[in-house]
């Protein structure tokens, strides 16, 4: 996970515009309708809901997010909950997507939670085990250059890659899987709408739990580390 922070508006902006030098990628990126709660005085320049998902999904959305952040900014692949409306206001965003058909090409696992700190004194990042979290499920592999001796089993997903411009909306199904990019300084905003666990979310459980097992590569990498590897690359153990 990121080292949260907290900073004026126009501090953030010196930052993203490079009048300041800071260490670190800096994206506003909380998770919690933070439009709303956090940048109220922008309600005005944007709707509350987009009156037909609305009207389609039969529900006002959950959460309305601000995004903004600088080009090395990239939010690695995962899923969502959500019938996703994306809606870029300025510069834009490049979505590689990969549908929730495709969970047993993606490799979907628990992994200890750890944070990044940046030490104050020598001004390096590291990156500190969350214990109070626990594990928590992440992909570990990037779609745009997958490892595929790691991870063979991707060279059989099909990704989907979008670009959306400014002043264009993506509508990104819940449980699709996204890898997302943008260009500096790029603003916008999403509206999350609660999706329907109906069938769609049964059958990708179904996948979800046939497909959790580790795949052949991970079996391999696991005895290695219960076993001894030898100087030229042939593992023992007992």
Not at 8 to 32: C, P, S, W
Not at 150 to 176: C, D, F, M
Not at 205 to 232: I, M, Q, Y
Request: glycine share 4%; aromatic share 14%.
């Amino acid at each position: 996970m990121p080292e949260e922070r907290t900073m004026t508006f126009a501090t953030f902006l010196d930052i993203i515009e490079r009048k300041v030098e800071a260490n670190g990628v800096f994206y506003i990126q909380q998770q919690n309708s933070n439009l709303i709660n956090h940048f109220s005085e922008l309600l005005n320049d944007v709707e509350s809901d987009i009156t037909w998902a609305s009207e389609a999904f039969g529900k006002m959305p959950d959460a309305v997010n601000f995004w903004m952040g600088e080009e090395r900014a990239v939010t690695s692949l995962h899923k969502d909950p959500y019938e996703n409306l994306y809606c870029v206001i300025s510069g834009s965003k490049t979505f590689t997507l990969i549908p929730p058909t495709d969970r047993p090409f993606i490799p979907y696992k628990t992994y200890q939670a750890a944070l990044y700190h940046e030490d104050q004194e020598t001004r390096q990042w590291e990156v500190v085990e969350d214990h109070l979290t626990g594990l928590v499920p992440w992909i570990p592999v990037d779609p745009l250059k997958p490892d595929l001796e790691l991870y063979p089993e991707y060279k059989h997903a099909g990704p989907i890659t979008v670009t959306v411009n400014a002043g264009e909306l993506l509508y990104l199904p819940s449980l699709w899987f996204h890898h997302v990019s943008q260009s500096h300084g790029c603003i916008a905003v999403n509206y999350w709408y609660d999706m329907e666990y109906d069938i769609k979310y049964n059958y990708f459980n179904l996948l979800d739990s046939l497909f959790s097992s580790p795949t052949s590569v991970e079996k391999e990498r696991l005895c290695c580390v219960e076993g001894e590897a030898t100087e030229d690359g042939d593992v023992t153990g007992s």
